[in-house]
């Protein structure tokens, strides 16, 4: 059965989160799309993930579900994308243990998400220490995939998922220690003093 936010029903979005989808849908070639970016971290470092909507500007609101392996990725929260301002964002984590969670997104009625790219969701991920490449997938459970405009007919939607590529986490090791200066203070001259240090590790590195 189609997930409705559109009018008064938006309100009960959070009930509609609680039930799980009758069938699984499959949708290609079509003119909007849900994507999560790929991206590179490393070993036991936090990511964020960002999902974007590329719409044609009649979108009012839409649901999904993200699948990934909890083995080797931790979930720790998301925040609104700069394309979600006044959206309503309701989560459902039953299946978070199992890799799992589902989102419902909708403007209030009549509204639409403009054309073109819209960020709407920051997700953060914690890394395990694997270095292997992994799927950020879109999924129909908890919550199933829909796309529907301010009318709530549903539109054709196509999903791409992210790759998290996960490399070896190289612990800091100075190469080559900064030069000592010595400085010969002027009154009410300010002076800078440059110190240069090569190091190697992953990034990012601090000296002090």
């Known amino acids: 059965m189609p997930i409705n936010f559109a009018g008064a029903r938006i309100a009960h979005s959070i009930l509609v989160l609680l039930l799980l989808p009758l069938a699984a849908r499959s949708q ?32 009012n609101a839409l649901s999904f579900s993200l699948s990934f ?25 039953n299946q978070l243990a199992s890799g799992r969670v589902g989102y419902a997104l909708a403007l209030g009625a009549g509204q639409q998400f403009p054309a073109g790219t819209n960020e709407l969701l920051r997700l953060r991920f914690l890394l395990g220490y694997s270095v292997t490449n992994t799927t950020v997938g879109f999924a129909n459970s908890p919550v199933v995939q829909e796309t529907v405009d301010a009318s709530a007919n549903t ?38 003093i440059t110190f240069s240090v090569v190091a190697a590790g992953s990034l990012p590195l601090t000296y002090q």
């Open 69 to 93: 392996d909890s083995t080797v990725l931790s979930y720790r929260n998301d925040v609104a994308g700069a394309g979600a301002s006044g959206v309503v964002i309701n989560r459902n984590t």
């Open 28 to 59: 290609t070639n079509c003119p909007r799309s849900l994507r999560l970016a790929g991206i590179t971290g490393v070993a036991g470092r936090e990511i964020v993930l960002p999902l974007q909507l590329v719409g044609q500007g009649n979108e």
């Open 155 to 192: 539109l054709c939607t196509g999903y791409s998922n992210g790759v998290v590529t996960i490399t070896p986490l190289i612990p800091a090791t100075i190469l080559t220690n900064p030069l000592s200066q010595t400085v010969q203070p002027i009154t009410n001259i300010t002076t800078n």
